[in-house]
Structures are given as structure tokens and as C-alpha cells.
């Protein structure tokens, strides 16, 4: 079960009339919660900023947000060790219609919920992935925002059920690989590191961000730029990132398989000694 808080108060319902349930005229983060803490938090702030600019929302205050968020995590009622908050900006309840005042102040939503650890044999083996049909809608003003509308992804992700998989690929319009369902994802060819260009559509995520900027501290560089369909596929290793499960390596994608992932581990061990300690197994 979750548990949210608006205001520094406990709820349980939200307004029929508010944007977010209306139109998704809103924002989300979710963040890892480890030992009570909220980890990578800067990153998730930064990137709520962003959207905000995008979206024409008043930016929320980050030390109220973060004194929420901490009250949130010690009322709770799932273990701070280990959980998984989510932050939702909503625009807030207005008459009917797509026209808002702007900027608008923001709603502020915080939850938590409870999370497992990805079983250890991912970090060890890999995972199984797909390309899904479902494609993402190109030139987006909102690209890399982690906003709302999130209907491509769950589309994509229904694809993915009766199955094993642990995630599914998404392409654009011109079968350029973007980012997964659930992750971002990394191609490692001859000992080079790319990753996709978020100017079009898909998600900046924050452990993206992280582990491009851990590597690049450490003399590594990480590309971005497109990949083609073809080139996933030929590569030489591919590894997804998230904000809950850090780095996984894939095993498998379609037809593809990848059986050895040294540049992976390498990636997981810097990441490990940078605060992400699910990448230590």
C-alpha cells in the first residue's frame, strides 16, 4: 500500500478537477529511498526545475520540498531502508479547458511505496529486453521532462506482458533507439560508451545523468547520440540504468545475446563506489 501527503498532511483523495487527472498537466519524480534518505536527490530537483521551465510552473521551493519529503519518510509506513518516493507537481484545479494561467503555482503530492531489491542474478547475468512496436512521438517540446503524460510508456509496457522480459526497448518514428520502458539505455562498442540523444522525445533519467557524469570524472567518455536499431543489435554490450536499480547488464535483446559484459562491470564498480550500492553484487 502507498501512503501520500499534500501540504504536510496525510490524504487519500485528490480532486476530480485537478490538471493532473484532467489533462496530466503536471510532473513526477520517483526516487530511491535508502537508509532513510533520498539518494541522487539534487539530480531529481534539477530535473523537476527543468520540467517546471517547460511546463510554466512556478517552481517549488527545494527546501520545503525536501522538509516534505523527509516528514513523509518518517510517518510513512514502509521501511525507509529501502522504499521508493514519488513527488507529483500538478498544475493544480481549474475550470474546464486547456487554457491556464501561466506561470502557475504548483501542487505538490509526495508518496511512498514499498520496494523489493532486483533479484542479484540480474546484476550477475542480465536481463532478458525486447524492442517494442510501440513507437515514441517524435520532437516533443517536452523531451528529456519526466512529465505526466506517460501513455506511450505504458502502452509499450503492455507489450511486454505474458513474458518474461524485464524490459522493452522504444524507437522513434525512424527506428532510432530512445530509452526503455523503464530505464535508459547504454551500447558499448569497442570499448566506446553511447548513450541516446534525448533532444526528440524519451526521458533524461537521473542515474543516466549520474552515470555519464561518474564516468566522465574518471577520464570515460560517454557519447550521445543517436543509435540506429542495427546498431544496438551489433554492439558489443548493452546495460539500462534507473533510479531504483542502478545498472543492469542485458543479456538478451530479440535475437541478440550478449554473454560477457566487461566494460558493464566496470561501469557498475565506478558507479558502486559513487553511492549506487545495488551495482556491488
Known amino acids: 500500500m502507498s501512503r501520500w501527503f499534500h501540504g504536510g498532511n496525510a490524504i487519500s483523495e485528490v480532486s476530480i478537477d ?8 503536471g510532473l513526477f519524480e520517483t526516487v530511491a529511498i ?3 534518505q533520498p539518494r541522487l536527490w539534487g539530480y531529481h530537483v534539477e ?3 527543468r520540467g517546471c521551465e517547460k511546463l510554466r510552473l512556478l517552481k517549488p521551493d527545494g527546501d520545503a520540498l525536501r522538509i516534505g519529503l523527509d516528514k513523509a519518510i518518517r510517518e510513512g509506513d514502509v521501511n525507509p531502508a529501502h522504499c521508493a518516493a514519488k513527488i507529483v507537481l500538478s498544475a493544480g484545479v481549474s475550470d474546464r479547458g486547456y487554457s491556464r494561467s501561466a506561470p502557475t503555482s504548483a501542487a ?6 514499498p520496494s523489493l531489491p532486483v533479484a542479484s542474478e540480474h546484476y550477475h547475468h542480465g536481463v532478458d529486453t525486447m524492442l517494442c512496436d510501440t513507437r515514441l512521438a517524435m520532437y516533443s517540446p517536452t523531451a528529456g521532462c519526466k512529465t505526466l ?3 506511450e510508456q505504458v502502452l509499450a509496457r503492455l507489450e511486454l506482458q505474458s513474458t518474461n522480459i524485464f524490459e522493452g526497448f522504444t524507437l522513434d518514428a525512424e527506428r532510432r533507439v530512445i530509452c526503455g520502458t523503464m530505464s535508459n539505455v547504454f551500447a558499448v562498442s569497442d570499448n566506446c560508451i553511447a548513450t541516446p540523444s534525448l533532444d526528440r522525445c524519451g526521458v533524461a ?8 557524469e561518474t564516468l566522465r570524472k574518471r577520464g570515460v567518455a560517454v557519447a550521445i547520440r543517436d543509435i540506429c536499431e542495427a546498431e544496438l543489435m551489433q554492439c558489443d554490450e548493452v546495460f539500462v540504468c534507473n533510479s531504483q536499480f542502478g545498472i543492469l547488464p542485458v543479456r538478451r535483446c530479440g535475437e541478440a545475446t550478449w554473454h560477457s559484459h566487461p566494460v558493464t562491470r566496470s561501469v557498475m564498480s565506478a558507479l558502486a563506489e559513487n553511492g549506487i550500492l545495488e551495482c556491488a553484487q
Not at 485537478?18 to 498537466?25: H, K, M, S, V
Not at 533519467?205 to 552515470?211: A, F, I, L, P, Q
Open 34 to 36: 535508502r537508509q532513510g
Open 47 to 49: 530535473r523537476l526545475e
Open 18 to 25: 485537478d490538471r493532473a487527472f484532467q489533462y496530466g498537466d
Open 108 to 113: 505538490v503530492f509526495l508518496g511512498l511505496f
Open 149 to 151: 503524460n506517460r501513455i
Open 205 to 212: 533519467g537521473v542515474m543516466r545523468r549520474h552515470t555519464i
